[in-house]
C-alpha cells in the first residue's frame, strides 16, 4: 500500500484500507497491512467488538466524569494541552481528547460541529476506548504498544470510524513513571496531516515536563527549572505592565520595571494582539504571519511559548491580550496621546518604527498606519515646531506633505523648510 497517498490523496488511501480491512477481517491476509494492526483487529473481535458495532461501552455518566476529571492528576495539565492543540472555534475540524489510564474519555474539546460528529459514534466523556471498550483505535494502540500510533480510516476496526484520523500518544507520570492516560487528536481524514503526530508528542513532553514540577503542574504558567531556563520562561508572580514595540529590541516590561527581551515572532503577535480587541484566531494569525503556508497548530505551540512566558497577560479562545494589559503597549501610547489630541506628547513618545525589523505584512501594515496616524496629526496641528520634530524622525523624514506643510506656515525662503525639502527629495 503506497502510504505516500495518506496525506496527498486521503480519499484514495482510506478507500485501499477499507477494501484491505474487508478481507483481513474475513480471515484472507493481506500483506499491507502491518501484523501488529491486524492482531489488534483480532484481539478486539475476540473480545467481542463487532466490526458493525457503533457503540462502545461506557463507563461512567457526566456527573462522575466530572468527579473523576477533579480527582486526576491530569487535571492541572489539560489548559496547557487545550493551548497547543485544541480547536474549539466556529471552524474548527478537530477534536482534542484526553482519557485516563485505562482510556475511558474524560475530557473533550472542539468545536460544535466536532463535537456533534462524534457524538454520533458515542465518542464522548465516560466512554471506554480501550480495545475491549469499542475495539481498535489510536488510543487503544497507545495503550498497547505505549508509544505514539496514528490510524487513518480503515485501520480503524469499527466500519463507522472509518471517516477519522486519530493520532494518539501515552503521558506518563515523570516521578513514577506510571501511566496516567492517553492524549488524542481526531477529525476527518483531511484534517490531520503529517505534523499532528509531531505536534501531538510535542504536547505530551510539555505535560510532562509541567507534571514534573514540585507542585504537579498546578502552577501552569511556569515550567520546571531547567526547561524554564532554557526556554525563557516568566517567574512565578511575574506580572507584565506594559509591551516595548518601537524599534528593533521589543520586550515585555514587568511590574518590577525590568525588561524581558522579545523574540520578533512573538512580537509580531503580540503587535497584532493588541491591534485588535476581540482578539484573533489561531487560523487567522496563521495566515496574517504565514500566509497560505501557516497552520494553527504552529500557532497553538508559538502561543503556548508566549503564554508560558508572559502568564495572564494573553488569554486564549480567542487570544488577545488581558484587560490590563490592552492598550499598554509603547505603540498603543502613541495612538492614546493622538486621540487625546496631545500631539506634542505622541511625538515625543513615537521614537521608533513599530517592529523596524519585521517583513510580516501585517505588520507593516500597522507600522504604516502608526506613521499615518501621527503624520495627519502633526499636519493639521498648524505647529510648525511640531512639523519640524516630525520632520527630523526617521519616521516623519519620508513625509512629503509635512514638508509642504511647513512651507506654507514658514514660508518657502526658510532654512528649514529648503533644508527638510533638500533631504526629502520634493
Not at 508528542?201 to 514534573?212: D, N, Q, T, W, Y
Request: net charge negative; aromatic share 4%; glycine share 10%.
Amino acid at each position: 500500500m503506497d502510504y505516500g497517498l495518506r496525506f496527498s490523496d486521503p480519499a484514495k488511501y482510506a478507500r485501499a484500507l477499507r477494501r484491505a480491512h474487508e478481507l483481513v477481517i474475513s480471515g484472507v491476509p493481506r500483506p499491507e497491512i502491518p501484523v501488529p494492526l491486524a492482531e489488534s483487529w483480532r484481539r478486539s473481535m475476540a473480545l467481542g467488538i463487532s466490526p458493525d458495532q457503533h457503540s462502545p461501552r461506557h463507563l461512567h455518566d457526566p456527573a462522575e466524569v466530572l468527579q473523576l476529571r477533579r480527582e486526576h492528576r491530569l487535571q492541572q495539565v489539560m489548559p496547557a494541552l487545550q493551548d497547543l492543540l485544541a480547536d474549539d472555534s466556529s471552524s474548527g475540524r478537530h477534536l482534542l481528547v484526553l482519557t485516563d489510564a485505562t482510556g475511558e474519555i474524560l475530557w473533550r474539546v472542539g468545536s460544535r460541529e466536532a463535537l456533534r460528529r462524534a457524538d454520533r459514534l458515542e465518542f464522548s466523556e465516560g466512554a471506554d476506548w480501550s480495545e475491549a471498550g469499542i475495539g481498535t483505535n489510536a488510543i487503544s494502540e497507545a495503550l498497547v504498544t505505549g508509544g505514539p500510533v496514528q490510524l487513518f480510516s480503515a485501520e480503524h476496526l469499527v466500519r463507522t470510524h472509518h471517516d477519522w484520523a486519530c493520532t494518539a500518544a501515552p503521558i506518563t507520570d515523570p516521578l513514577t513513571g506510571a501511566l496516567l492516560g492517553v492524549l488524542d487528536v481526531s477529525g476527518p481524514l483531511n484534517s490531520i496531516n503529517a505534523d499532528t503526530l509531531r505536534m501531538v508528542r510535542c504536547a505530551v513532553r510539555v505535560a510532562e515536563s509541567l507534571l514534573g514540577t514540585s507542585d504537579g503542574g498546578a502552577s501552569l504558567g511556569t515550567l520546571p527549572s531547567g526547561l524554564g531556563a532554557r526556554r525563557g520562561v516568566r517567574l512565578p508572580g511575574a506580572a507584565v505592565s506594559s509591551l516595548e514595540l518601537l524599534g528593533d529590541r521589543p520586550a515585555a516590561v514587568l511590574a518590577d520595571g525590568s525588561r524581558m527581551p522579545l523574540t520578533l515572532r512573538r512580537a509580531e503577535i503580540l503587535a497584532l494582539l493588541d491591534s485588535r480587541s476581540q482578539g484573533w484566531s489561531a487560523d487567522e494569525l496563521a495566515y496574517e504571519l504565514h500566509g497560505d503556508a501557516g497552520t494553527p497548530q504552529a500557532i497553538r505551540t508559538e502561543m503556548f511559548r508566549v503564554r508560558s512566558l508572559l502568564g495572564d497577560a494573553v488569554e486564549s479562545n480567542p487570544y488577545r491580550l488581558a484587560a490590563g494589559l490592552a492598550g499598554c503597549s509603547d505603540s498603543g501610547r502613541v495612538l492614546g496621546l493622538l486621540r487625546e489630541g496631545l500631539m506634542a506628547e505622541a511625538l515625543e513618545a513615537y521614537t521608533a518604527p513599530l517592529l523596524s525589523r519585521s517583513g510580516v505584512l501585517a505588520v507593516q501594515l500597522l507600522r504604516d498606519q502608526l506613521d499615518l496616524a501621527v503624520g495627519a496629526a502633526v499636519r493639521s496641528s498648524g505647529d510648525a515646531r511640531l512639523l519640524v520634530r516630525w520632520l527630523s524622525t526617521d519616521m516623519g523624514s519620508r513625509d512629503p506633505r509635512a514638508v509642504e506643510a511647513l512651507g506654507q506656515l514658514v514660508g518657502r525662503a526658510d532654512a528649514r523648510y529648503l533644508a527638510f525639502r533638500a533631504s526629502s527629495g520634493s
